[in-house]
């Protein structure tokens, strides 16, 4: 047999030193229309370097720049407040709100939960960065600790993360599934967690309570959202009984939410079929919830980078409010637009201006909270590094916040600046972040979950002292 070693040997090397030479090729030269990828085939075996605490504009002196306006003069002819002492970036939430009372209703709510035995929910739009209930699980779970409630609130009918979760067993089947990311172009009326779904005969739904958290073992109330051209029966099912069958009446073109009526608490399943649907049949999702209390409904839909929130009807969005009774509106977007060819916020500027614009035709009078985009890392010139886009895309959103009278909140700086992903992903064990340099770990979720909590603990104390209350203990 003959051998072929010295051939393979020799092709190795060729391709070794192939690469070797496309690494030094520029990143973005041309080839065949199309901009090449900075290639480092050495990069892996280099040390990685921490981004230090620079000037953003000094050190990047292209449009990623953005230096807000702090000059009183322009803010008071403009009638904006002034941006917040940048020491503070990170550790309190800014208010930009009229009067800078943008949580004081969202905190008398929250001390009338137990007096009046009052429900108090936040509306999470997010991407990926919280999908799974990454973060948003324990921070749901330790203010539930705090201010009550039991169960994980909204849940969604099909789920890409379902089997990631730990706040839910959740199982489905025989559903399309309509987003406004992958499905923008299709028409369809989107809920107002950014989804809609279609039943197929059969479609089945499970949700069950999880152990891994205090709150979500099991809950009380379930609410199922639906629209139908018509009534349409429903096969449904708690843990102690036997399928028991109902009907969804026609909601003459409006959302509607079907509940199973009194139940024995507390149920630690719930599950329903449609066997013949009609074609205008929706579903929309349901909430699982324990009474009086706190909910955090997470809105998040991966690869959003927030223009597509747009593609939810106002009139839709109010219909849900007006079943739910929102308390504070939260967004937390900008992972999708970072990419280290970034130089132009210009068109990002554009698109979250007009989706803040739109949130506030969804939900007029609410309080909203802007949360920045995290830090992100990756190679710059072969060393890992906070991504330029990042501390640009984060100031651009707060002058946002600002000029739209919301609240603010720098999870960039909160995170702990640059370098901070890096950080979560390398120097903790166990890791707080991904080698993706991008997504948190659920050891993160827990971490950062924790940090939102006392952050608004602490507000919650200083609304208080402010009203002349007892102080939070």
């Given at each position: ?19 070797a030479?496309l ?46 306006a ?12 002034p ?90 089947e ?26 197929k005969?059969?479609?089945?739904v499970?949700?069950?309570?999880a ?46 939410a ?81 990419t ?30 802007v ?21 640009a ?52 979720g ?28």
């Open positions: 047999m003959k051998n072929y070693l010295d051939q393979t040997l020799w092709l190795a090397l060729c391709v070794l030193l192939l690469m030479c690494s030094f090729l520029p990143e973005g030269l041309p080839l065949a229309g199309l901009p090449l990828r900075k290639m480092d085939i050495f990069s892996d075996i280099q040390a990685p370097q921490l981004m230090p605490p620079p000037d953003t504009a000094a050190q990047h002196p292209h449009t990623l720049a953005v230096r807000p702090t000059d009183s003069t322009i803010a008071d002819n403009l009638g904006l407040i941006i917040a002492d940048p020491s503070l970036f990170g550790r309190v939430i800014e208010d930009y709100s009229p009067g800078q009372q943008g949580l004081s209703a969202f905190f008398a709510a929250v001390d009338s939960i137990r007096p009046y035995r009052r429900t108090v929910r936040v509306a999470f739009f997010g991407d990926s960065f919280v999908e799974g209930d990454i973060l948003l699980g324990d921070l749901r779970d330790t203010l539930q600790t705090l201010w009550g409630g039991a169960g994980v609130g909204y849940v969604p009918i099909t789920s890409e993360v379902a089997r990631f979760k730990r706040t839910l067993v959740h199982r489905y025989k559903w399309n599934t309509y987003s406004i990311v992958k499905n923008h172009n299709s028409g369809q009326p989107f809920g107002i967690n950014g989804f809609v779904y279609r039943p005969p059969e479609a089945f499970h949700y069950e309570g152990d891994y958290f205090r709150h979500t073992g099991n809950w009380s109330q379930v609410k199922l959202f639906y629209k139908a051209d018509s009534a349409a029966a429903l096969v449904w099912q708690t843990a102690d009984r036997v399928p028991q069958t109902d009907s969804l009446p026609a909601t003459q073109g409006n959302l509607s079907w509940n199973p009526g009194r139940l024995r608490a507390p149920i630690r399943a719930f599950a329903f079929r449609v066997d013949f649907p009609d074609s205008n049949l929706l579903f929309y999702g349901a909430t699982l919830e324990g009474g009086p209390g706190f909910y955090l409904d997470n809105f998040s839909v991966r690869g959003n980078t927030g223009g597509r929130l747009r593609l939810i009807k106002p009139e839709l969005a109010r219909q849900f409010d007006r079943i739910q009774h929102y308390d504070l509106i939260v967004v937390q977007l900008g992972l999708n637009a970072v280290p060819s970034l130089d132009n916020l210009g068109w990002y500027r554009a698109e979250l201006d007009q989706t803040f614009k739109h949130l506030q035709k969804c939900f007029p009078g609410k309080p909203v909270l949360i920045s985009v995290a830090d992100r890392a990756g190679k710059i010139n072969g060393e890992l590094a906070t991504l330029p886009a990042v501390p895309i984060a100031a651009m959103q707060r002058e946002l916040a600002r000029q739209h009278g919301f609240l603010f909140y720098d999870l960039y700086m909160g995170m702990g600046g640059p370098g901070a992903m890096i950080e979560f992903a390398e120097r903790h064990k166990p890791a707080l972040a991904n080698r993706d340099y991008t997504h948190l770990t659920h050891e993160g827990k971490f950062m979950g924790r940090l939102f909590a006392r952050l608004l603990v602490d507000e919650q104390q200083q609304f208080r002292q402010n009203r002349g209350g007892i102080p939070f203990k």
